[in-house]
């Protein structure tokens, strides 16, 4: 029976997965105008730091080059949030206000993956392949030498940012249910993540460094991005990455429990 | 975090709620001729909006303390981006200008952007409601303009505690308020910059008339609007012939125009001639939205029940 267990929830995405592609593929006009925004949006970013860059040959201690491989790596990253759960996360508001909830926790599913995985946006997947283009031009233009342990480190630390993000998106998701109307969940995630966008070494000073700290011990957003990116293009620290694995199963712990707290609070409306 | 009163229905942003329509039923068949009733009838729109605005603090709130962070990071940002240049200015911009510019981008963003406007007309006409325009006698883009005034209007107010502490705050960026004429032309700027920033978006969703799906092409607009509004940066950062071109567009007063006129960097006859150019822009985009309404009217099939 536990042995079942994996195979039952791999076996049910994998569905799931193909379920939304064929949807995504049925509209497919609308698959690439979203490719085209997202590509757009790159663009502007690439325009903003060239345009910065011309100014100043250094940020926070990050050369243009290295500054650019943080850049894709918080694409591809975002992107991948964006794929897998942000669709998701967005809808749980509408659920909880309309009642509609009560049919996915009837469901004999995990309620978290049902919520939070119920559907894949494969539109914003294109997102990683552009942030992989970008890390890689990076790589090319420092002149890199290939390293197969730093590349599976890298993964590595890639997946935990990943389960971090996930993990501070589905704990913003479940605020909703006191708050009603959190319709803005996709803004409060854009605004909540600024804070992984930018290396932390910018954290620094009087006032900024107790907020660096902060977010990087306490709740360690700050993890995200930097990690994977510092271990590949900076330095390799070992007590970091250790600390990351080790943050990334307590902050996956914590938000699951707080989601399953936040649901014995639905109060179930209108049904 | 407050619970909600109620669990109504949280508005689509266009709905008339009941209220609305129950007192504009109240006033008789002679409501149309007076024009006093016109302005009670579009105050009760204004009043009703208000009221569905303010029926989720918590939500609100909670997001207002959250649109800090990105100014904390954009502070960081900018300070390692001068540090790193090992220059006092750039652009014509010190760090401290920099940062008292982005910061007065957010005050031109809350007046001039729009969120839901264009979108909320496309799926109108789209879904077939927008023939209760025709029924009932209000102007589209009327109605919308005084419910966008009303949120307008809430969102500043509910926002002006925690916008003063962050000015308070950043005091230090600044060299205290500008004289009396600058502070009239940036509070100018910042009307004329809400008129073009609802015209503008009225037209982006009256194209819905010959598309049906404009969200995307929303989107598109958006995110360069994000950009060339001069929201990221100040336009003179921009190599040129970039940032001249850019401040001959429209955008710019969506973000750019507004901040620089407050920072005392457009005086005079340049000041004089972008204002009216403001003007001009408002003009262009109103006409335009109505242009497209008439026209998009007549193609207009009311699908749906």
């Known amino acids: 029976m536990l042995n079942a267990w994996p195979t039952r929830y791999l076996r049910l995405y994998w569905n799931l997965g193909r379920y939304t592609l064929n949807r995504e593929l049925s509209f497919r006009g609308n698959f690439l105008v979203k490719i085209s925004v997202e590509v757009l949006w790159l663009g502007i970013l690439v325009a903003f730091y060239r345009t910065v860059f011309a100014r100043t040959s250094l940020i926070a201690g990050w050369p243009e080059d290295k500054y650019f491989f943080f850049v894709g790596c918080f694409f591809a990253l975002s992107g991948l949030i964006e794929a897998l759960f942000l669709e998701n996360c967005n809808d749980f508001a509408e659920l909880v206000r309309t009642g509609d909830l009560d049919f996915l926790l009837l469901r004999p599913i995990d309620e978290q993956f049902l919520i ?22 990076s790589l090319y233009s420092m ?14 630390m890639f997946a935990c940012g990943t389960a971090i993000a996930y993990s501070f ?57 930097n990690v994977p990116a510092t271990t590949m293009v900076q330095a ?36 | 975090m407050t619970l909600p009163d109620t669990l109504e229905p949280a508005s689509q942003g266009l709905q008339p709620t009941t209220d609305f329509e129950a007192k504009t039923d109240a006033l008789g068949p002679e409501r149309a001729t007076s024009p006093l009733s016109t302005i009670r009838k579009y105050y ?36 390692a981006i001068y540090e790193g240049s090992g220059q006092q200015s750039l652009a014509g911009f010190s760090y401290r200008e920099m940062i008292a510019y982005l910061l007065l981008t957010n005050i031109s963003r809350m007046f001039s952007s729009m969120p839901g406007l264009a979108g909320g007309i496309a799926r109108e006409i789209r879904e077939g409601t927008l023939k209760r325009y025709m029924i009932q006698p209000v102007d589209m883009i009327g109605y919308l303009l005084c419910y966008r005034i009303a949120h307008k209007v809430a969102y500043i107010v509910t926002s002006f505690i925690p916008y003063a502490l962050l000015f308070y705050v950043c005091r230090g960026f600044f060299d205290g308020l500008p004289d009396a004429p600058t502070m009239a032309a940036f509070f100018l700027s910042l009307i004329l910059g809400f008129l073009i920033g609802f015209f503008f978006e009225a037209s982006v969703g009256t194209v819905g008339f010959w598309f049906l799906e404009v969200t995307s092409l929303l989107y598109i607009v958006m995110t360069l609007n994000f950009f060339i509004s001069g929201h990221m940066l100040p336009l003179d950062l921009l190599p040129e012939p970039w940032g001249s071109i850019l401040k001959f567009l429209p955008f710019q007063y969506m973000a750019y125009f507004p901040a620089v006129i407050f920072l005392g960097k457009i005086k005079g006859a340049a000041l004089a001639y972008y204002l009216i150019a403001e003007v001009f822009w408002v003009v262009f985009f109103l006409v335009l939205s ?16």
């Open chain 2, 290 to 305: 109505r242009t497209l309404y008439r026209f998009g009217l007549r193609r207009y099939s009311a699908f749906g029940g």
């Open chain 1, 236 to 271: 390799l620290d070992p007590k970091m990455v250790a600390f990351t694995l080790v943050a990334t199963l307590g902050v996956v712990w914590v938000s699951r429990r707080f989601f399953q707290y936040a649901l014995r609070s639905y109060r179930s409306a209108s049904s």
């Open chain 1, 169 to 225: 998106m589905l704990a913003l998701t479940a605020l909703t249910v006191w708050m009603v109307r959190n319709q803005s969940l996709m803004e409060m995630w854009w605004l909540f993540s600024s804070l992984a966008r930018y290396p932390k070494e910018i954290f620094n000073g009087t006032w900024a460094e107790p907020i660096g700290v902060f977010f990087t011990f306490v709740l360690p957003i700050l993890l995200v991005v």
């Open chain 2, 44 to 79: 009760k729109i204004f009043r009703a909006s208000l009221v569905e605005r303010m029926a989720y603090r918590g939500d609100f709130f909670f997001g207002t303390i959250l649109r800090f962070l990105p100014m904390i990071t954009t502070i960081l940002l900018w300070r």
């Open chain 1, 143 to 156: 002149g890199w030498q290939f390293d197969p342990w730093l590349i599976l480190i890298f993964l590595v």
């Open chain 1, 116 to 137: 939070s995985c119920r559907k894949v946006d494969w539109g914003s997947m294109p997102n990683v392949l552009m942030g992989a283009a970008v890390m890689g031009a």
